[in-house]
């Protein structure tokens, strides 16, 4: 069989742990076999991060805007235990937000729905797709403790030497402060790649923030969102039939819970955060999430969203097969090649990723899936070890 050709590369981020082992089994026995692989490899392991002072993820970010197209393995965030533990220069930055941070946006994060493994919620019949912007707000935060009586102002130099000043708190006592930005560009091209994510899914767009606490900086985002819909996107919205509405983030939580499931529901920074765990873990788990990073510029990064599952890495260590779900990692991998399909007009490459993932989804209908998904699974199969899922997988393709 010819393999299938990949004239243009993607960039490739490598990893940590167990994601790292998963990421090359999936390359061996998933992708090399079929495909002409064609990517440009950044090992943002933590070892490598260390002996290049970090210029590796920033070398990387570079590479995804070039390319268009990346994807990710999960990596270590160093904390205190890890510097120890890797003998570290310096306690670097989570690479997730370098990555951010150069190429700003919006990730998409959206849960497989795999057969047999229902909701929590039985209502949610379809996906929930959670957009969390991916700029700013306490992720780009300064904060300090103050130890004595004193005054915190909030203060705005203009370029031109004019003022803007605001008391945050006269303090009695010891305290915390925080200050926290956003840029209007940024919030604005999050609204329209909710937007266009929103067409390109032909379902509704929920947005949800606290205005009437935050009346400025939250009133922004709102403002914002309904400005750019009105001016660009309410006729597109009418003409395929889907709805956008700005609702407060409380009464989105319980309407979410009441929904039938099947919409995007945009979230600024820190909600998403937290909302899509939410939603991964009552839709199955975080190793059941695809995750994209849309930029403005049209680049896009594709990621799994779990972490590098150090427990079973310790097991891995000891010789143990290990019975880790590979299914949002393949996701990042299928997510990547099929956009590259897409932009060069490669529909064998895009078919390709498709088949693929119903390959997975069949293989899982067989009842052959790993422990996480047997335990969540109603037919409770027994769980496999990785390879012999990604082999069971590999085989269905071909088939
Ligand atoms: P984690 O790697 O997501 O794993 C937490 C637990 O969730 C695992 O021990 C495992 O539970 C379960 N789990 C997660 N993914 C799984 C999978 N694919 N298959 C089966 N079970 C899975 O989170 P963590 O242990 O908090 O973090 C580990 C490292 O990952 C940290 O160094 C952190 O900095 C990093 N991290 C990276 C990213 C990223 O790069 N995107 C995101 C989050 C965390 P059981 O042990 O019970 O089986
Ligand atoms: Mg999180």
Not at 28 to 36: G, N, Q, R
Not at 308 to 320: F, I
Request: hydrophobic share 40%.
């Amino acid at each position: 069989m010819d393999k299938i050709r990949m004239p243009n590369p993607i960039a490739e981020l490598d990893g940590d742990e167990m994601t790292r082992i998963l990421w090359r089994q999936i390359k061996d026995i998933l992708l090399l076999p079929f495909v002409e692989l064609n990517t440009e490899y950044y090992d943002l392991s933590l070892p490598h991060r260390d002996e290049t002072d970090d210029e590796v993820t920033l070398e990387a970010a570079k590479a995804i805007r070039r390319l268009k197209v990346g994807v990710k393995c999960a990596t270590i965030t160093p904390n205190t235990g890890r510097m120890t533990e890797y003998n570290l220069k310096r306690m670097y930055k989570s690479p997730n937000a370098t990555l951010r941070a150069y190429l700003d946006g919006t990730v998409f994060r959206t849960p497989i729905l795999a057969p047999g493994i229902k909701p929590v919620i039985p209502r949610w019949e379809a996906p929930i797709t959670v957009a969390r912007h991916a700029y700013g707000d306490i992720y780009k935060a300064v904060e300090m403790c103050v130890e004595e009586k004193g005054k915190a102002e909030l203060v705005f130099t203009s370029e031109g030497g004019k003022e803007q000043r605001e008391t945050i708190f006269d303090f009695d006592s010891p305290g915390v402060i925080q200050g926290m930005h956003n840029r209007r560009d940024s919030i604005e091209s999050f609204a329209r790649a909710c937007f266009e994510y929103a067409l390109s899914v032909k379902q509704d767009l929920w947005f949800s923030a606290k205005d009437t606490i935050s009346k400025t900086y939250d009133e922004e985002f709102k403002r914002v969102f309904e400005s750019v819909f009105a001016s660009d996107y309410k006729a597109r919205f009418e003409e395929a039939g889907i709805v956008y509405f700005y609702t407060l983030i409380d009464d989105a939580v319980a309407r979410a819970v009441r929904s039938k499931g099947g919409f995007v529901w945009a979230m600024k920074n820190y909600d998403g955060d937290v909302m899509s765990d939410m939603i991964s873990a009552a839709f199955g788990s975080l190793a059941l999430m695809s995750s994209v990073l849309v930029s403005p510029d049209g680049c896009f990064e594709y990621e799994a969203s779990h972490g590098t599952v150090t427990r079973h890495y310790y097991r891995y260590l000891k010789g143990e097969k290990t019975s880790t779900n590979p299914i949002a990692t393949l996701w990042a991998w299928t997510g990547a090649l099929r956009k590259r399909g897409e932009l060069d007009g490669l529909s064998d490459l895009a078919g390709f990723a498709d088949s693929v993932e119903r390959a997975a989804l069949r293989t899982i209908a067989d009842g052959v899936m790993t422990g996480d998904m047997a335990a969540l699974c109603e037919n409770g199969a027994a769980g496999v070890d990785s390879e012999t899922f990604l082999k069971e997988i590999a085989k269905r393709v071909s088939a």
